[in-house]
């Protein structure tokens, strides 16, 4: 029985379905990796040429037509997923990887709000709850919102989803229309252009630079917006950079929002706890005028280690929030009632999350001290800390000294160019990361995923012991390369 040949020979067979296309994969080195690194070459173009698979019934032969929308063919995976997914199967398959690709705190969640959750199970609480989250929840996090951010809301003004990726989806896909301008500086979460595009919209990057600590100059914001400009994505603490907004900054970039009747601001605010002294946080909602054009997004995977429970939020004006709350109850509904009893517990924590959190984020700052000392000893490496970076003048930028989260975005651009005996040229950040998982055994996301492909991100999400191993595996694998740019 004759298939319709297509453009790979590779084939998975399931039942007696024979699907001649299967994603396929970019050899890099020893490892594999998604085909987006390509930027989807050799996908089908958008509804342009259909796709067969041969379906064998007993007697008959069909021809199904399995293209993808345009939509979906817009996006691109995400890169820190496919790494991270890619270290894993190293890890299951008995090679010694060193994982530091994931934003995923190394800590169990705290033992209060783990057995939170055990007794909703053991007390029945296993039902569906209402689709905009229990009251108690969302009469918890007004409270939060009040007390940490001082941010008043009711709690009809308050969305609980199924963490908080999904609060910031179905706000962009509430508020942006079809050619409507989603404004996002870069270095970018990776998923805020993806959304951006799912939602029909389109994302316009505004680049910062390392030597202003990656924050958004409020002069080319200004220059950039349009009447087309629907959304802003502010993130502070920043993942990929680590950066905090400094208040007097949000608070000029406030005044320039404040001219654009359609402009809305999308302030992720998820780490929002994992914050290093001298910095402070503040919510951009909390600006004067700004709070009927923010929409806040926040939840308990970072500060509180809770990574699989999936819980996040969005709170801000009901118009809005209840446009959310309508995707939601036709997308996933309510969130996990277990989980939300564990949120529940996780804001009763005290402020900030009392102890159990200010433990875990002095466990990041070591960390993060670690690195920046090790790193800072390499030739060609450059990153935002006042000791490292070379500003034009004498006076550092606002916020320079401003960090949180729990990564580093190092610029190792220098390293561009060089030769790596029996791996060949190393490129841009996509190749060296590449390389250094090849050669050292450590994931790190290339900065070119995140719009800066001069830098790369390495997350001390995990114990001093595993950073202080992969410092020396990464300088180990450096050696051989010299530096083909002077910094």
């Not at 060609?380 to 000294?401: F, L």
């Amino acid at each position: 029985m004759a298939a319709t040949s297509l453009p790979t020979s590779n084939t998975f067979t399931a039942a007696r379905v024979q699907f001649k296309n299967p994603p396929q994969t970019a050899s890099l080195g020893s490892v594999s990796f998604p085909s987006h690194y390509r930027h989807n070459k050799g996908l089908v173009e958008s509804g342009k040429r259909a796709q067969a698979v041969t379906v064998m019934a007993s007697s008959s032969e069909m021809q199904v037509d399995v293209s993808l929308s345009p939509r979906v063919n817009s996006v691109k995976p995400s890169k820190t997923v496919a790494i991270t997914d890619q270290a894993t199967a190293l890890v299951q398959a008995g090679v010694p990887v060193i994982r530091l690709a994931a934003g995923e705190p190394d800590f169990d969640t705290p033992a209060v709000i783990a057995e939170a959750g055990i007794n909703a199970i053991r007390e029945g609480f296993t039902r569906y709850t209402p689709n905009a989250g229990t009251m108690e929840l969302r009469s918890a996090i007004c409270h939060k919102l009040k007390e940490e951010n001082g941010i008043s809301y009711t709690p009809d003004q308050i969305l609980v989803s199924n963490g908080a990726k999904q609060s910031i989806l179905q706000a962009v896909i509430a508020v942006c229309s079809p050619g409507d301008e989603v404004i996002i500086p870069a270095p970018f979460w990776v998923s805020y252009p993806e959304i951006a595009r799912l939602a029909d919209a389109t994302p316009v990057i505004l680049p910062t630079k390392i030597s202003e600590n990656f924050l958004l100059d409020p002069k080319l914001l200004e220059s950039k917006l349009t009447e087309k400009s629907r959304l802003m994505i502010l993130c502070s603490p920043s993942n990929p950079t680590g950066s905090v907004y400094p208040k007097e900054l949000l608070e000029q970039i406030a005044k320039i929002v404040a001219k654009h009747p359609r402009l809305l601001v999308l302030s992720d605010e998820i780490y929002e706890h994992i914050i290093y002294a001298p910095a402070t946080h503040t919510s951009f909602a909390s600006l004067p005028g700004m709070r009927e054009r923010t929409l806040t997004v926040n939840g308990f995977s970072k500060a509180f280690a809770m990574t699989g429970w999936r819980l996040g939020y969005i709170a801000g004006p009901k118009h809005f929030v209840a446009a959310c709350n309508k995707i939601q109850s036709q997308f996933t509904s309510g969130a996990s009632s277990i989980s939300q009893k564990a949120g529940v517990a996780a804001l009763g924590l005290g402020y900030a999350g009392g102890e159990a959190v200010s433990t875990m984020v002095k466990a990041f700052k070591e960390r993060r001290d670690f690195l920046v000392k090790s790193f800072g000893e390499l030739d060609g490496v450059k990153m935002s800390e006042p000791q490292h970076v070379h500003t034009p003048q004498s006076t550092p930028p606002a916020g320079h000294q401003q960090m949180g989260a729990f990564y580093l975005f190092m610029d190792f651009s220098s390293y561009y160019g060089s030769e790596a005996e029996g791996f060949g040229k190393i490129k841009n950040s996509e190749s060296l990361c590449r390389y250094l998982l090849d050669k050292a055994q450590v994931a790190l996301v290339p900065g070119d995923a995140f719009g800066d492909d001069t830098c790369i991100r390495i997350s001390y999400a995990d114990s001093l012991t595993t950073l202080q191993a992969a410092v020396e595996r990464i300088k180990k694998a450096l050696v051989p390369l010299r530096p083909a740019v002077p910094v």
